[in-house]
């Protein structure tokens, strides 16, 4: 693989359910990052992640929880999801110490809550 | 005044036109610049780093004013393929949190036509 991916593509799930998302890179990046993408909205930092066994809060982090078991995964999960949490979620990583810190994105998931 | 603030457009140009967007920016801190390019229900690219100086790739130029925090992107005889909603990004400071977290406008829509 090269980049970043994400799985699943989409997902239709029902309220209440339990859902993780899945993110990959096979950059070295040290620093991960999860976005969702809602129309008029922008895109919204949920939670991110330094460094593997680290991780932070982002802008709308209530409903998610992450984990950075290593330098490669940053899965997202939604313990109870909620139709507000229907989104395109993006995964991102960044290469942090670096002057700009260029982030790069994963092709993102689609999930709708009903 | 938001963070980072777009016109959303639509532009809608001619093929071979000249077009610009600005974005402004509400933290005078702030260190680092992008735009990304957003094609439909696809992730953000890269599209260019900001440098202080101003930069140029091409037919894409961008510009960043700092006193007046402003950035800018014109894009030179725009092709078909240039369609698509371009974000303006801002890397605010450092936390303190040992995060460089982005911040992104909502992004301006251009459409060229043939």
């Known amino acids: 693989i090269a980049g970043i991916t994400q799985a699943p593509t989409s997902q239709i799930l029902a309220a209440g359910r339990r859902m993780t998302l899945r993110c990959t890179q096979d950059?070295?990046?040290?620093?991960m990052y999860w976005y969702r993408q809602d129309l008029g909205l922008g895109l919204r930092l949920i939670h991110y992640?330094?460094?593997?066994?680290?991780?932070g809060k982002g802008e709308v982090p209530d409903g998610y929880s992450v984990s950075r078991a290593n330098t490669d995964d940053f899965p997202l999960t939604l313990a109870s999801a909620v139709p507000s949490q229907t989104s395109v979620y993006f995964c991102?990583?960044?290469?942090?110490?670096?002057?700009?810190?260029?982030?790069?994105f994963g092709p993102g998931t689609r999930l709708t809550v009903l | 005044r938001k963070e980072v603030e777009q016109d959303p457009g639509p532009f809608n140009v001619p093929e071979g036109a000249t077009v610009a967007f600005n974005c402004t920016y509400s933290n005078s801190a702030s260190q680092s610049f992008f735009w990304y390019r957003q094609d439909c229900r696809k992730e953000p690219k890269l599209l260019m780093s900001v440098y202080s100086s101003g930069n140029e790739d091409g037919r894409f130029t961008a510009q960043l004013n700092r006193a007046s925090q402003y950035i800018s992107l014109l894009i030179r005889d725009s092709k078909l393929s240039d369609s698509a909603t371009y974000l303006c990004v801002v890397n605010p400071a450092y936390s303190g949190a040992g995060s460089y977290q982005l911040t992104f406008g909502k992004g301006t829509k251009l459409s060229v036509i043939p």
């Open positions: 992640s330094n460094t593997a066994g680290t991780t």
């Open positions: 991102a990583s960044s290469n942090l110490g670096t002057d700009y810190n260029e982030q790069f």
């Open positions: 950059m070295r990046h040290n620093a």
